[in-house]
């Protein structure tokens, strides 16, 4: 049976590029899109997630070459608005376009010393704001081997799950990123990454079934056009978080075009 949930493929470029860069993957990913090999993605929503110096230029790209992605923010504040010197609120990521934000990346849990209640404050302050949250989950190699997995993922959701219900979760994105697997090549196989994805899923199901079967959770680390398909065929994998690969304009829409063929 078909599945009720769309794919998507999300692009993190983390704190890397620059507007001489901005515009080259702008006009490589046109060059590749009008090439005869590949054809625009349709059954699939595609976002890149910038650093917030240049979401209006890419924004202003986007538009101006007709491409189909969505914008989006790597972080936001929790805070609506005010004196938070160096921080930068929902509306404001809205007002310049963006339609998603991450919470809670893993880079920012270890770098920055994120909890798992300043990630759902951030994931509310992303709802209020009209923007799509990418709830970020996952564990690290020693909490893997320790068995660890599955409470520390549920802990990580029920940080959101608690505190306004079930339904909070709707019209939010779950991304499980095994920490051990980002920016190292270490792929998670499809099945360990499958197995996590089910539990998350069945964990939602708990609650509201119908919030599960539609929710979206889609897979981060190491992702290449290379793994893309294996990945993306199990059957909880809605999609991919793409880090070090998104770099590349050609290999960002050959994943694309990888999801897009499977689904
Ligand atoms: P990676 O990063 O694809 O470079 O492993 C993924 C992420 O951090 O979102």
Redesign the pocket.
């Known amino acids: 049976m078909p599945s009720k949930r769309k794919y998507i493929v999300a692009g993190?470029w983390?704190m890397q590029g620059s507007r001489a860069q901005t515009q080259k993957w702008m006009s490589d990913f046109n060059d590749d899109l009008k090439s005869k090999l590949l054809t625009k993605p349709s059954n699939i929503d595609i976002f890149i997630c910038p650093s917030y110096p240049y979401l209006d230029l890419v924004r202003h790209h986007l538009n101006a070459l007709d491409i189909p992605i969505q914008l989006g923010a790597q972080d936001l504040s929790p805070y609506a608005s005010g004196a938070y010197t160096g921080q930068v609120s929902g509306s404001m990521l809205a007002d310049i376009g963006c339609s998603y934000v991450l919470v809670g990346?893993?880079?920012r849990r270890q770098l920055c010393g994120e909890s798992n209640d300043l990630v759902a404050d951030k994931f509310f302050a992303a709802k209020r704001a009209g923007l799509t949250p990418i709830l970020?989950v996952g564990e690290t190699l020693a909490e893997r081997q320790n068995n660890h997995t599955e409470s520390l993922v549920s802990a990580q959701l029920n940080a959101i799950l608690l505190r306004e219900g079930v339904q909070a979760i709707q019209n939010a994105i779950i991304?499980y990123?095994p920490v051990w697997?980002?920016?190292?090549g270490k792929t998670a196989t499809p099945q360990e990454a499958q197995e996590v994805h089910r539990f998350l899923r069945q964990w939602v199901a708990q609650q509201s079934e119908s919030i599960a079967d539609l929710l979206p959770i889609i897979y981060?680390?190491?992702?290449k056009a290379s793994n893309t398909a294996s990945l993306l065929e199990m059957p909880d994998i809605d999609g991919a978080?793409?880090?070090?690969?998104s770099l590349e304009a050609h290999e960002f829409l050959t994943i694309c075009q990888s999801a897009s063929s499977i689904r």
């Open positions: 993190n983390k990346h893993s880079e970020c991304a990123e697997a980002i920016g190292t981060g680390g190491s992702v978080l793409v880090g070090g690969a």
